[in-house]
């Protein structure tokens, strides 16, 4: 395919995506790349508490209503597009960051959720983060809660505390 074919196809796909998507690139973008770096250089038991409260090994969805699931599925998207243009580490924990920071930016409530592979081969383990959105699972993938089992559910903290209360 030639430079210009391609050019002139990733802008016709640009044109079919949604405004927010198209206005929220660029800082879904640093924000990938801003928690790319702080997973590259601070050990997680200090980057956990950015995330929330540690809820354990639950599979919490907060509640949602249908307009904060439409705009958890759009941050969804906007996340995956901005990580596909990343040249720095941009896998499932730094699109989950992201998600999360933008999620509490729109008021959209938001868990994140780590955990292992269910089936996986004898000895090797596979981690994967994601987050949940009512119904909408915004980034991650929508299999998460059937192919993984959550180890750590991040939430807000006043969720926690209506939770544990």
């Known amino acids: ?66 307009q904060q699931a439409a705009r958890a599925r759009l941050i969804g998207r906007t996340v995956s597009i901005a990580a596909s243009y990343a040249p720095f580490r941009s896998n499932c924990l730094p699109q989950a960051m992201a998600a999360k920071a933008l999620c509490v930016l729109w008021s959209v409530p938001c868990a994140v959720l780590l955990g292992i592979e269910r089936a996986r081969p004898e000895g090797e383990l596979r981690a994967h983060a994601w987050t949940s959105c009512g119904d909408a699972v915004p980034t991650g993938g929508g299999h998460c809660f059937t192919t993984h089992v959550p180890l750590s559910c991040f939430v807000p903290a006043r969720v926690a505390a209506s939770l544990q209360g």
């Not at 879904?28 to 956990?48: C, E, H, K, T």
């Open 1 to 66: 395919m030639s430079r210009t074919a391609m050019i002139t196809r990733k802008l016709a796909v640009a044109r079919r995506q949604p405004a927010f998507v198209l206005l929220w690139l660029l800082p879904a973008w640093l924000l990938i790349g801003m928690s790319s770096a702080l997973i590259a250089v601070v050990p997680f038991r200090r980057v956990a508490p950015l995330l929330g409260v540690n809820l354990g090994a639950t599979a919490h969805r907060p509640a949602a209503t249908p």
